[in-house]
């Protein structure tokens, strides 16, 4: 069973940038979707990227495209997501979450996600 824990999470100023990390242990993560979502106070959970079963295919949410993105190291334990131009709207708990049961159509439901990690704080704010 893979279990999951987030870091990196942190307060920064808007315009900069912050990486987040999705350390996975019991497994590699060879053949799980692996996704990010995002839970600001009084909102619901928020899909913001995710990639592919296969790791081949990475899909955004149209709020963070051009801004975020995702990374892997090459053991397939650890993710990344790097966020660039950060804004006080991207202020969340973010979580990293995995499944081997998610298909590609529903990759941006939180709901299709049985493992996820406790998550991290980010805070943008001057």
């Known amino acids: 069973q893979v279990q999951l824990v987030e870091s990196g999470g942190g307060l920064v100023q808007p315009g900069g940038s912050l990486r987040v990390s999705c350390a996975a242990s019991g497994r590699t993560l060879n053949g799980y979707a692996l996704a990010w979502f995002r839970q600001a106070p009084g909102k619901e959970r928020e899909f913001v990227a995710a990639?592919?079963?296969?790791?081949?295919?990475?899909y955004y949410d149209d709020s963070v495209k051009g801004r975020f993105t995702l990374s892997r190291d090459s053991g397939k334990r650890t993710v990344y997501l790097q966020m660039d131009s950060l804004k006080p709207e991207d202020t969340a708990v973010y979580y990293c979450?995995?499944?081997?049961?998610?298909?590609?159509?529903?990759?941006?439901?939180?709901?299709?996600?049985?493992?996820w990690g406790p998550g991290t704080q980010v805070t943008v704010s001057s």
């Open positions: 990639y592919s079963r296969t790791g081949g295919y990475t």
């Open positions: 979450a995995t499944g081997t049961g998610v298909i590609t159509s529903s990759i941006r439901n939180h709901k299709q996600y049985p493992i």
